[in-house]
């Protein structure tokens, strides 16, 4: 039966319900339905009550005493794979692979100022450059 509200909730996790559940993953604490609908840019706070309840009824939000909504189960979306939350920021994984090659690439320099092998440098450069860029095309397309 787990399995089967998991992919219920697969499902049920696109467009608008999808940027609601994200909005609200995003976030560390409770937040009010006009306040969705106003950072996500609804029509009216009854399209973003709609889309709260979706979540709602799968069971991933609640409601607490003062009318608002917070995340209480998360699902792994696909959409996510290639994101990891850090604090509240949803950052590329590719990011930290850059940032590692960045910096054993900037010791190298420093360490072997005098005596760079270009191999070396093409290697760490090229690395470098490559996780970066990767990094910044998965950020520009991510769904939040």
Aim: net charge positive; proline share 3%.
């Amino acid at each position: 039966m787990a399995e089967k509200q998991k992919e219920d909730a697969l499902y049920n996790l696109r467009g608008k319900t999808l940027k609601v559940y994200l909005h609200l993953l995003s976030r560390n604490e409770p937040v009010g339905v006009r306040e969705v609908q106003r950072i996500l840019g609804f029509s009216s706070p009854s399209v973003a009550f709609h889309h709260i309840e979706k979540l709602l009824n799968m069971g991933l939000v609640e409601k607490d005493n003062y009318g608002r909504y917070r995340i209480v189960k998360s699902v792994d979306v696909a959409i996510l794979q290639p994101f990891t939350k850090v604090g509240k920021f949803m950052l590329p994984r590719l990011s930290f692979y850059a940032a590692f090659f960045t910096t054993l690439t900037a010791l190298y320099v420093i360490q072997n100022l005098n005596a760079l092998d270009l191999y070396a440098l093409m290697f760490g450069s090229a690395a470098t450059l490559a996780f970066w860029y990767e990094a910044l095309r998965t950020w520009l397309k991510k769904p939040f």
